[in-house]
Nanobody, 122 residues
Framework: QVQLVESGGGLVQAGGSLRLSCAAS????????IGWFRQAPGKGREFVLV???????SYADSVKGRFTISRDNAQNTVYLQMNSLKPEDTAVYYC????????????????WGRGTQVTVSS
């Protein structure tokens, strides 16, 4: 079992930046894939990006060139750097974990954090 805690959300103007953190405890962090998903009001949970155990990454087209994911295995933490934010990025952001390699479907992931709200004003 993995416990995940997100932090770093908030209110920012369009064009601004935020950095989210996902701190993990429990299972061996190094062997985990950590994905970020988001959910806007009235919509389903949407894949944003993932960093696999090897450090390889995959991004949704909507965030390519604006968002960057990185992991610090010594700190058991994954970071989501969000730049050039748009109002359509407004959502609750969740991190999720699974073994080794993560895909784009929420059902693949075994463990979830409680989420952190990101609001981008126009």
């Amino acid at each position: 079992q993995v416990q995940l805690v997100e932090s770093g959300g908030g209110l920012v103007q369009a064009g601004g930046s935020l950095r989210l953190s996902c701190a993990a405890s429990g299972r061996t962090f190094r062997r985990l894939a950590i994905g970020w998903f988001r959910q806007a009001p009235g919509k389903g949970r949407e894949f944003v990006l993932v960093v696999n155990w090897s450090g390889s990454t995959s991004y949704a087209d909507s965030v390519k060139g604006r968002f960057t994911i990185s992991r610090d295995n010594a700190q058991n933490t994954v970071y989501l750097q969000m730049n050039s934010l748009k109002p359509e990025d407004t959502a609750v952001y969740y991190c999720a974990a699974k073994s080794l390699v993560g895909g784009t479907e929420p059902d693949e992931y075994d463990n979830w954090g409680r989420g952190t709200q990101v609001t981008v004003s126009s």
